[in-house]
């Protein structure tokens, strides 16, 4: 007996309904798939992508298409979805908190441009407390300028008010302290960098040591027998100098270089044994503030004629020592920004290109450390 397989018509049914669902499962996950694929190629990451299609904003993200901010939020769990439009006009900085802060500085009333204006003038800290203030007044007024730190925001507020500068001068004066006592609460430096800058706000410890430090050679010395030491770069620059002066019929030499920490405190004794207190307060520089325990300063003599200024070696060093990165430190028009009386014989290696732009513009050190070198931290 011949027999049929036949299926119930009800089993039919359900195995019918059964492949409707798989077809349909399998066009959702292969749509899904080139979707994500395509999320990945704008440079989302696996973790923000999930959260993205579970959130359903694939057709969004892909109109916003590369944003980094935007894969930071999704990667977030402060995500918040009415802000995803703020979000991607953010400018995206590498920060903790980014999401969470931004999502405060949107509820203080901030617009996207305000907020990526605060998140690039602090660390993810500065940020932080910065969000939890009320929406300040003069944002723009002071950090469109770039080097303007969050965290001093209410020092630049309170100096314009008492000194009326614009802005930029308000910005620069209260970065480099200007607003504070000097000598007090400075910022201590331990670790040589060729480029450290040292004022009175701004002292090296006594662990603060050069590195690559040489002795003099005594043709360069102003009295044969002192044993002086700078930086290895100081003296091939000086060496340089020397020798083109030199062909202009002038003898520069080097009367002081580095100073250790314990140099300076026997100084300070020396002079107040002389002198007085009253002098080591106005002439002399506090151990551990002198730019001499750089190891990047040298104090310059003429060979022949013993008051500095007078000689025309003085001159001579005033128009061409940038061009070889030395650069007047304490000049007699910036008195008021150095913090200290001109001293014609000082002179600071800073290397020609920054000696360069000191010269051409007319600033200090001090000014162009916070200008271009500091951390913006
Ligand atoms: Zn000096």
Do not use: W
């Given at each position: 007996m011949k027999k049929t397989w036949k299926l119930k018509p009800s089993v039919l049914k359900k195995l019918k309904v059964a492949g409707i669902v798989i077809a349909v499962f399998l066009v959702v996950f292969s749509y899904i798939n080139s979707e994500k694929n395509s999320l990945k190629k704008l440079g989302y990451s696996n973790q923000a992508i999930s959260s993205i299609v579970q959130k359903w904003q694939i057709?969004?993200?892909?109109?916003?298409?590369?944003?980094?901010?935007?894969?930071a939020a999704f990667e977030s769990k402060d995500y918040v979805q009415?802000?995803?439009?703020?979000?991607?006009k953010v400018t995206y900085q590498k920060q903790k908190d980014l999401i969470k802060n931004i999502n405060k500085l949107i509820k203080k009333g901030y617009k996207a441009n305000e907020?990526?204006?605060i998140l690039a003038h602090g660390n993810n800290e500065d940020v932080s407390a910065f969000a939890k203030r009320k929406k300040v007044k003069y944002l723009e007024q002071y950090f469109s300028i770039p080097y303007a730190k969050l965290k001093n925001y209410d020092r630049y507020v309170a100096y314009y008010d008492k000194e009326r500068e614009d802005a930029e001068t308000t910005v620069l004066h209260v970065n480099m302290d200007f607003d504070q006592e000097e000598y007090t609460n400075p910022i201590k430096i331990d670790t040589f960098s060729e480029d450290v800058l040292v004022n009175k706000h701004r002292m090296l410890t006594e662990k603060f040591v050069p590195k690559q430090l040489k002795e003099v050679p005594s043709e360069y010395l102003k009295n044969k027998n002192d044993e002086i030491m700078v930086h290895q770069s100081v003296l091939s620059a000086f060496k340089r100098m020397m020798q083109e002066a030199l062909k202009d019929g002038k003898h520069i030499l080097i009367n002081s270089g580095y100073r250790s920490y314990q140099d300076q405190l026997d100084t300070m004794e020396l002079y107040r044994e002389a002198y007085g207190q009253n002098y080591v307060d106005n002439y002399v520089a506090k151990a551990g503030f002198s730019e001499h325990q750089t190891g990047m300063s040298i104090d310059v003599a003429s060979q022949d004629v013993s008051i500095f200024v007078e000689s025309e070696e003085y001159g001579w060093m005033m128009d061409?020592?940038?061009?070889?990165?030395?650069?007047?430190?304490y000049p007699k028009s910036k008195e008021e920004i150095t913090g200290y009386k001109c001293e014609a014989w000082h002179y600071r290696y800073v290397g020609i290109k920054a000696a360069k732009y000191?010269?051409?513009?007319?600033?200090?050190?001090?000014?162009?450390?916070?200008?271009?070198?500091?951390?913006?931290s």
């Open positions: 057709g969004a993200v892909k109109e916003i298409g590369e944003n980094k901010t935007v894969n009415d802000n995803l439009q703020v979000y991607k907020i990526s204006m061409h020592a940038y061009e070889y990165g030395f650069i007047l430190r000191i010269h051409d513009h007319n600033i200090t050190y001090d000014e162009y450390y916070m200008m271009f070198l500091e951390k913006n």
